[in-house]
């Protein structure tokens, strides 16, 4: 669970005189408009940036004295920030502007831009864990293998269709484009050798049901969520997912193609140079081995308060 924001530091949990805070706005992304309008609404010296120019300014910022840095935008622009203020004190806030905003829904944070910018104004401060591969942030999830050759293919239908039908075709795809892969696996708990198709890695214990796949489950376990898939067969690999989502992870345990455990770190060997990465969505390379860590409570994020009953 996040640390709350009564174990923070109590200067925490009243918002920074506006003088100290500073919003960013993606300018390519999707809502990029609507993100504009509720930060201007809400008060906010708004600054209109290129992705490219995202991490400079922000450093700019930074240096500057900003104690608490907004942004509006996807994953990839909430991941840049994040790795700019992990372990510095200074609190993030952010305006979701993602397809999924998994990050957002896991941290009490409002979809709606509105309800998001008053919220990074006068939210309370908790902790929120992030991960690392080879140095590189992500917030949600990390894969190899067959979801990286799905949002490639995605990537490449969504330029003449929409999202929703590039995905469903890059699904089917995907699976007659199955290959295996070997894979090493070294944690706290010994060395593991597959031959697999996909290894997943989430922040935090994941759902793999629905209509919560994907999601972090509810009060559960801290740590990496590693997740990986064995065999090639299609058929036998449409039904471990099948079975997965229809059933959870408990259910899909039981298969002897798939195998699952949370831990706090470890190092995935390929036996190649280099490997293409899923990194929450986007794709990325990396030279091999690839390290994996969690920090606990490296952000201090702006949250909406929870709600009378919730624990």
């Known amino acids: 669970m996040p640390l709350p924001s009564s174990d923070l530091p109590s200067a925490s949990r009243v918002p920074p005189p506006t003088s100290r805070l500073k919003a960013f706005l993606n300018s390519k992304c999707g809502n990029a408009e609507k993100a504009r309008e509720a930060l201007t609404k809400a008060g906010f010296d708004l600054d209109e940036v ?15 004295g900003t104690k608490r840095v907004v942004v509006a935008g996807g994953d990839g622009t909430i991941a840049t920030a994040a790795a700019l203020v992990a372990k510095t004190g200074i609190e ?13 829904k896991d941290h009490n944070i409002p979809t709606d831009l509105d309800e998001a910018a008053r919220i990074a104004s006068e939210g309370i401060v908790v ?3 992030i991960a690392y591969v080879n140095g590189c942030v992500f917030l949600n999830t990390s894969s190899i293998g067959a979801y990286v050759t799905f949002v490639r293919d995605r990537e490449r239908f969504e330029k003449h269709v929409g999202y929703t039908l590039a995905s469903v075709g890059a699904f089917f795809k995907t699976l007659h484009q199955i290959r295996t892969f070997t894979v090493t696996l070294e944690n706290e708990s010994g060395k593991r050798s597959y031959r697999a198709s996909l290894v997943f890695i989430g922040v935090g214990e994941r759902e793999l049901k629905m209509p919560v796949l994907g999601s972090r489950v509810k009060n559960g376990k801290r740590g990496l969520h590693v997740m990986v898939i064995r065999g090639r067969a ?3 690999l449409f039904n471990v997912g099948l079975a997965a989502i229809a059933k959870g992870t408990k259910e899909a345990g039981k298969l002897p193609e798939f195998n699952d455990f949370v831990v706090t770190g470890g190092r995935i060997d390929l036996n190649r140079p280099g490997t293409m990465l899923g990194l929450d969505g986007e794709l990325k390379r990396l030279n091999t081995p690839l390290d994996y860590r969690i920090e606990r409570d490296a952000l201090r994020l702006v949250v909406a308060p929870p709600e ?3 624990s």
């Open 308 to 310: 009378k009953g919730d």
């Open 234 to 236: 299609r058929a036998r």
């Open 92 to 104: 993030l806030a952010i305006l979701p502007g993602g397809t999924l905003n998994h990050f957002a």
């Open 127 to 129: 902790g929120a864990d």
């Open 50 to 64: 290129d992705p490219k120019d995202l991490e400079s300014r922000i450093k700019q910022a930074i240096d500057a």
